[in-house]
């Protein structure tokens, strides 16, 4: 049991664990979490923000960790923007064939290769609708393909230095603590070995485990998703003026069915069933094209306007049935279908709603859309396309054709080649090193130069959550390493648990960083314990009386903190699959949870091979 020797570390005990709540409950977004932490470590005076202090809060706001992240962010939206992602994904498309294990093989290959160089998360983006399209032509089940899509990401990051913001976030701490060595390739051999492990895990073990889920996209069918939607209006005097729903000939229809009723332009919202039309009601019908223009052949209604059905005013509209899912900025998460006005603001209908393993046909409207739900939607064809070009909602039925700048491409990818290139060789062959982050700089405006990017493009693909959740941690982390709770912490790990043995210590820090990770944001679990690492490396190396290098340790934790594989929500591209592949929570346990077992017992003992503890 802890004993605090400062109010300020049992403040800042008492903090960390409000925070941790926070994030998992999600009562408000993660990154005002975090700066609302850094504002208590001031308001408290634990941290100050006087130039002259070495603990100044406002320091954080100039770490290169969060600038790099942002600028990858652009580096990978320039990519993205120019077309060279989405060539990537067609490529795979031709290259998967008509083999269900090759498919597999070469989705996870390009993945990981791309994850390894650029933002993961457009990566699953695009290949998302890919595999789906191809599972629904091939007849093949998506849940086989979503989960190891998001696993060779999560692995493909691990390859370098860049692949993925908590390698970034890892060794930014370290090298601001004085640790040096870390290059671009500096941790591709345990990278390639999580990539080759991830790969025979699941073309053996991990395939038998995944689910055999129905997802809403096997409600598409590409030949016969094409509907008509039919509106018509109630004429004055008309036999059905003063009718309830079901005492009239609409509800015998057959090959059209009525969606809905509007009155004065408001969809009434009462059941179907007890609806009384009124003179000008507009009445909404959804059905094949035979439905729809023939309908005057189904129980005597004319959409042309019979008179004895008292319709008029007619329009017809060619509908299209997609999935969509909602995307992590999005700003619908939180409100509701009714809140948002989905219907009357989009022009589209929403069929059903997938969460948490559970497809919603009915009573959804008043669910809050979170991050992940996936929606069936239903509409015409142009505003369908409006909706999708939102930014809120993803779309899963098809990629997503923009406009790309492809002659532009060659520039974006000698941008990424010369960043990867020059921090590889930095140090080297008599060129100077020179740190990631002024790298990332440069890469950033040049794409931004030569408008492979646009700035207001480069804006919006900057996750700029994940960039003031860096901050808020990394101010945390200031205050815990400043008040001497750190040191306490790594007291109790040494002396309290009687952990003197190197290796188990860095087994132990893995597994503590791969649990947390799959709960919280996997960029606050590289905060708060990188600093954490490297003061257990000082204390082993005090109680053993023999240096002990803290490189192995912040390694542990890299690799830890982006070892999530048995929840949904500890990890972006396991979320964005989780609605699309119809998941369970459990099934990502079941299928993920012995992976993360293979890997922590690999690199518990290949971290100490390729990084000596007496390596000082």
Not at 15 to 24: A, D, G, N, P
Not at 324 to 327: D, E, F, K, L, S
Not at 521 to 524: G, L, M, Q
């Given at each position: 049991?802890l004993?605090?020797?400062t109010?300020?570390?049992g403040f800042l005990a008492?903090?960390?664990?409000?925070?941790?709540?926070?994030?998992?409950k999600?009562?408000?977004?993660?990154?005002?979490v975090?700066?609302?932490?850094?504002l208590?470590?001031?308001?408290?005076?634990?941290l100050?923000?006087?130039?002259?202090?070495?603990?100044?809060a406002?320091?954080v706001f100039?770490?290169?960790a969060p600038?790099?992240?942002?600028c990858m962010?652009?580096?990978?939206?320039a990519?993205?923007?120019t077309g060279?992602i989405e060539?990537?994904g067609?490529?795979?498309?031709?290259?998967a064939?008509?083999?269900p294990?090759?498919?597999?093989?070469?989705?996870?290959s390009l993945?990981?290769f791309l994850?390894?160089f650029?933002n993961?998360t457009?990566v699953?983006?695009?290949?998302?609708?890919?595999?789906l399209g191809?599972?629904?032509?091939?007849?093949y089940?998506?849940?086989?393909?979503?989960?190891?899509?998001?696993?060779?990401?999560i692995?493909?990051?691990t390859m370098?230095i860049i692949?993925?913001?908590t390698?970034l976030?890892?060794?930014?701490?370290?090298?601001?603590?004085?640790?040096?060595?870390?290059?671009?390739f500096?941790?591709?051999p345990?990278g390639l070995?999580?990539v080759?492990?991830?790969?025979?895990?699941?073309?053996?073990?991990?395939?038998?485990?995944?689910?055999?889920r129905?997802?809403?996209?096997?409600?598409?069918?590409?030949e016969?998703s094409?509907?008509?939607?039919?509106h018509?209006y109630?004429?004055?005097e008309s036999?059905?003026?003063?009718?309830?729903?079901?005492?009239?000939d609409?509800?015998?229809m057959?090959?059209?069915?009525?969606?809905e009723?509007l009155?004065d332009g408001?969809?009434?919202?009462?059941p179907l069933n007890e609806?009384?039309?009124?003179?000008?009601?507009?009445?909404?019908?959804k059905?094949?094209?035979?439905?729809v223009?023939?309908?005057?052949q189904?129980?005597?209604i004319?959409?042309?306007g019979?008179?004895?059905a008292g319709?008029e005013?007619?329009?017809?509209?060619?509908?299209?049935l997609m999935e969509?899912?909602?995307?992590p900025e999005?700003?619908?998460?939180g409100?509701?279908l009714k809140e948002l006005?989905f219907r009357?603001r989009f022009g589209?209908?929403?069929?059903?709603?997938?969460?948490?393993?559970?497809?919603?046909?009915?009573?959804?409207?008043?669910?809050k859309?979170?991050?992940?739900?996936?929606?069936?939607?239903q509409?015409?064809?142009?505003k369908m396309?409006t909706?999708?070009?939102?930014?809120?909602?993803?779309?899963l039925s098809?990629?997503?054709?923009t406009?790309f700048?492809r002659?532009?491409?060659?520039?974006a990818i000698?941008a990424?080649?010369?960043?990867?290139?020059?921090?590889a060789?930095?140090g080297?062959?008599g060129?100077?090193?020179i740190?990631?982050v002024?790298?990332?700089?440069t890469?950033?405006l040049?794409?931004?130069v030569t408008?492979c990017?646009?700035p207001?493009?480069?804006?919006?693909?900057?996750?700029?959550k994940?960039?003031f959740l860096?901050?808020?941690?990394?101010?945390?982390g200031m205050?815990?390493?400043?008040?001497?709770?750190?040191q306490?912490?790594?007291?109790?790990?040494?002396?309290g648990?009687g952990?003197?043995?190197?290796?188990l210590m860095l087994?132990?820090?893995?597994?503590?960083?791969?649990?947390?990770?799959?709960?919280i944001?996997?960029?606050?679990v590289?905060?708060l314990l990188?600093?954490?690492a490297?003061?257990?490396?000082?204390t082993?190396?005090l109680?053993?009386g023999?240096?002990?290098?803290?490189?192995?340790?912040?390694i542990a934790?890299m690799f830890?903190?982006?070892?999530s594989?048995?929840?949904p929500?500890?990890?972006q591209?396991?979320?964005?699959?989780?609605?699309?592949?119809?998941y369970?929570?459990?099934?990502?346990f079941r299928a993920?949870?012995?992976l993360?077992v293979?890997?922590w017992?690999?690199?518990s003992?290949?971290?100490?091979l390729?990084?000596?503890?007496?390596?000082?």
């Open positions: 049991m004993i605090f020797e109010w300020q570390q008492a903090l960390v664990v409000l925070v941790f709540i926070c994030f998992v999600e009562w408000i977004s993660a990154e005002l975090a700066l609302s932490a850094l208590a470590c001031v308001m408290t005076g634990i100050s923000v006087d130039v002259e202090d070495p603990y100044n406002l320091k100039s770490h290169p600038i790099t992240v942002a962010f652009v580096l990978s939206a990519l993205e923007r060279v060539a990537l067609n490529w795979f498309e031709k290259l064939g008509s083999s294990v090759k498919m597999l093989v070469v989705m996870m993945v990981a994850s390894g650029v993961n457009p699953v983006v695009v290949f998302m609708p890919i595999v191809i599972c629904r032509r091939r007849e089940t998506a849940s086989k393909y979503l989960i190891p899509l998001s696993y060779a990401a692995v493909g990051g370098t692949g993925t913001s390698n976030i890892a060794t930014g701490i370290a090298e601001k603590k004085g640790l040096e060595g870390f290059t671009m500096s941790i591709t345990l070995v999580f080759a492990t991830a790969f025979i895990y699941m073309l053996t073990i991990g395939k038998k485990l995944l689910p055999t129905v997802t809403l996209a096997t409600l598409l069918d590409n016969n094409r509907e008509f939607i039919t018509a109630v004429r004055k036999d059905l003026d003063g009718k309830a729903f079901p005492e009239t609409l509800a015998k057959k090959k059209a069915r009525v969606l009723v009155r408001r969809r009434l919202r009462r609806i009384i039309f009124q003179a000008g009601d507009e009445i909404v019908f059905g094949v094209l035979e439905g223009m023939d309908v005057s189904t129980e005597g004319d959409v042309r019979k008179e004895s319709l005013g007619i329009r017809t509209e060619s509908a299209l969509g899912i909602i995307g999005s700003t619908m998460t409100k509701s006005n009357q589209v209908l929403i069929l059903a709603v997938h969460r948490r393993g559970r497809n919603l046909r009915e009573r959804f409207e008043d669910e859309l979170a991050f992940g739900d996936t929606l069936l939607v509409g015409p064809t142009e396309r909706l999708f070009r939102q930014r809120d909602f993803i779309n098809e990629p997503n054709h406009t700048r002659s532009k491409a060659p520039i000698c990424l080649l010369l960043f990867m290139i020059v921090g060789i930095g080297n062959f060129i100077p090193r740190p990631i002024q790298l990332a700089i890469g950033a040049l794409v931004l408008r990017v646009q207001q493009e480069a804006y919006r693909a900057i996750e700029w994940v960039v860096i901050f808020g941690m990394l101010g945390l205050a815990i390493e400043r008040s001497g709770l750190a306490l912490i790594a007291n109790g790990m040494t002396n648990l952990i003197e043995n190197p290796y087994a132990l820090m893995y597994l503590l960083s791969a649990v947390m990770t799959e709960i944001s996997n960029n606050a590289a905060v990188t600093p954490l490297i003061v257990v490396a000082n082993l190396s109680t053993i023999e240096p002990v290098s803290p490189i192995p340790f912040v934790v830890g903190s982006s070892a594989f048995s929840t929500i500890g990890y591209t396991n979320t964005f699959v989780y609605g699309a592949g119809g369970k929570f459990g099934d990502f993920g949870f012995p993360a293979i890997l017992l690999m690199a003992c290949l971290i100490p390729l990084w000596p503890f007496d390596a000082v």
